[in-house]
Structure formats: structure tokens, C-alpha cells
């Protein structure tokens, strides 16, 4: 089994900047896809940026320019930077992750629990 865990969402204005984080943790033998994913209320969630293994990296749109992902792959861990943020970009951030997991062979779907961004005008 693995488990995420993401940090470094809260409060921030208008232009401002935050690090999200995504620490990887449990039984893992790898980790191929890592995404972020946000979803504001009532609306669905959205694919914000991805990065495999490989290091394909694919952003959407809206934050073109703005957002930077990374992974440090010997820590496991993914980072979500966020530059120039705009009311819109408020909403949860998820991490996701594809893991292969001891005594499994295939790899499996993980998600976190969530962190909150607000961008305050």
C-alpha cells in the first residue's frame, strides 16, 4: 500500500506565490505518473499539471507559464511550484500517483486527501 500526502496549500494574494508538495510513502517499488489535480466548488476536477517518470511534463492552459511541476525522485516527492496566482487558481489541490507497490504487479491509482489554496484579491 502506499500513501500521499500534500502540503504547503493556505492563503495567499493575488500575484503571490506558493509550494505544494506531495510526499510519497509506504510499500513503493515505483512511481510513474505524478499529476495535480484541482477542483473548486462546484465545479470538476481538473488536470493542472503531470510529470512521468520519463520527464514529460504537461501543464493546462490556464497555468502555462505560471506553475512548475518537479518530482525528486529519490525523496518521492512531487512539487507543485505556483507563481503569479490569480483568484481563479483557488480551489483544492490533489496529488495523484501511479505506484507499483511490493507483491503487486501492476501499478495502482493513489490519490491525497487534499490542500487548500485561496487567493485573496
Known amino acids: 500500500q502506499a500513501q500521499l500526502v500534500e502540503s504547503g496549500g493556505g492563503l495567499v494574494q493575488v500575484g503571490g506565490s506558493l509550494r505544494l508538495s506531495c510526499v510519497v510513502s509506504g510499500s513503493i517499488t515505483s512511481i510513474n505518473y505524478m499529476g495535480w489535480y484541482r477542483q473548486a466548488p462546484g465545479k470538476q476536477r481538473e488536470l493542472v499539471a503531470a510529470?512521468?517518470?520519463?520527464?514529460?511534463?504537461n501543464y493546462a492552459d490556464s497555468v502555462k507559464g505560471r506553475f512548475t511541476i518537479s518530482r525528486e525522485n529519490a525523496k518521492n516527492t512531487g512539487y507543485l511550484q505556483m507563481d503569479n496566482l490569480k483568484p481563479s487558481d483557488a480551489a483544492v489541490y490533489y496529488c495523484?500517483?501511479?505506484?507499483?507497490?511490493?507483491?503487486?504487479?501492476?501499478?495502482?491509482?493513489?490519490w491525497g486527501q487534499g490542500t487548500q489554496v485561496t487567493v485573496s484579491s
Open positions: 495523484n500517483a501511479h505506484i507499483g507497490v511490493v507483491g503487486k504487479l501492476r501499478r495502482y491509482s493513489y
Open positions: 510529470i512521468t517518470s520519463g520527464g514529460s511534463i
